[in-house]
């Protein structure tokens, strides 16, 4: 289902025009309007989901072969010397529109993205406990 008033929503759906690079029946993907490098795309599922809570198997599994399909063009044509897929859920992790999508960055030596982190510690019995939280849940 489509939502009216998700800029996302009509950007996939050829509601509004876009700079698309490749289109099915479940997404579009089409380059990022504020590029964090040279090919920087955006997989968008055609329906809305407003995050990964909320993404179905079928469409979850479509998307990420179409990531990998796209990776490898991106690798076979710009030839960058990495990629980073990147999806982001929740404010706190970065989304800004909330309809799910996927961020296909290639990277290049010594450009300006930082996706990264400072590894943290975590003792042998406080991961104990997540693990045990988490798998409650499965």
């Given at each position: ?67 990998v399909k796209i990776a490898n063009a991106v690798n076979r044509a ?61």
């Amino acid at each position: 289902m489509k939502k009216d008033d998700c800029i996302f929503c009509k950007l996939a759906n050829g509601i509004i025009p876009t700079n698309s690079l490749y289109e099915d029946e479940t997404v579009n993907v089409i380059f990022d309007a504020g590029p964090a490098t040279k090919g920087h795309v955006l997989i968008i599922p055609k329906e809305h989901f407003d995050d990964i809570y909320s993404l179905d198997d079928k469409t979850a599994e479509h998307i990420f072969k179409v990531a990998v399909k796209i990776a490898n063009a991106v690798n076979r044509a710009l030839k960058p010397d990495g990629l980073n897929v990147v999806q982001n859920n929740g404010e706190a992790a970065g989304q800004t529109v909330f309809h799910f999508h996927t961020h296909i960055i290639p990277r290049y030596k010594n450009d300006t993205v930082d996706i990264g982190w400072i590894p943290g510690k975590v003792s042998d019995e406080e991961l104990k406990s997540i693990k045990e939280k988490i798998a409650e849940e499965l």
